[in-house]
């Protein structure tokens, strides 16, 4: 039976130790590189699908959209008196309900909107409708206000009658986002993704005598 020395043994000890710590370091930095792909993917579980209009069916209210605008309807009591409504439309913000009492909505829009293009009306004296004007008119909400829930963008669907409407320019960027959540859908690269392989073929063919590691990427 081999007997180890005191020296031995505490090399023994050092070298477990390390192995050890190295094997905590590697399980620590995996949980840490997986942490936000898991997050993600949670977020994505957690996006709502849309309603027909391309927004959400709230408790007190619902809410669609367009590119261009978004509507928001308000069921108020039957025989309500516009007179009796509180609409307060801002560029951040919004405030709906029925005065001294509180308010159905009241928080920051999800994003900035042009005021003096927006309208409200009350429709037969039972339904606030607000017509609200997108600052951007080239993305989805994903929310009508900041912290409340949020739909899944990607099944967002526009009126294919509406893109001849957009100014050349909007439509050049609704029809690319559209492509681009269509390649995501099926796994496929992104325009910019697609632009970004062809200039690196392309300077790959310019320059035949250099050398490219395999999967080379355009950053």
Request: net charge negative; hydrophobic share 30%; glycine share 4%.
């Amino acid at each position: 039976m081999a007997i180890l020395s005191d020296y031995e043994e505490d090399q023994q000890h050092q070298q477990y130790s390390s192995s050890k710590k190295d094997i905590l370091a590697e399980k620590e930095a995996d949980a840490t590189a997986k942490k936000p792909e898991e997050e993600e993917k949670q977020q994505k579980e957690n996006k709502l699908v849309p309603n027909k209009d391309n927004g959400l069916d709230m408790e007190n209210y619902s809410w669609g959209q367009s590119l261009q605008e978004v509507t928001v309807n308000v069921p108020v009591p039957q025989g309500t008196k516009s007179s009796l409504l509180l609409c307060d439309i801002k560029t951040n913000s919004l405030k709906v309900g029925l005065k001294g009492q509180p308010p159905v909505i009241d928080g920051e829009l999800f994003k900035p909107v042009k005021v003096d293009d927006c309208i409200w009306s009350l429709e037969d004296k039972k339904m606030i409708t607000i017509l609200i004007c997108k600052r951007d008119q080239s993305e989805w909400w994903k929310s009508l206000l900041k912290g409340d829930p949020e739909i899944d963008t990607q099944k967002a669907e526009p009126e294919p009658s509406k893109l001849s409407d957009l100014d050349p320019e909007t439509r050049s960027a609704v029809e690319k986002m559209m492509f681009d959540q269509r390649q995501k859908q099926m796994g496929l690269p992104t325009s910019d993704e697609i632009q970004k392989q062809e200039l690196l073929k392309q300077f790959m063919d310019q320059n035949p005598n250099m050398k490219f590691p395999p999967g080379a990427q355009f950053m």
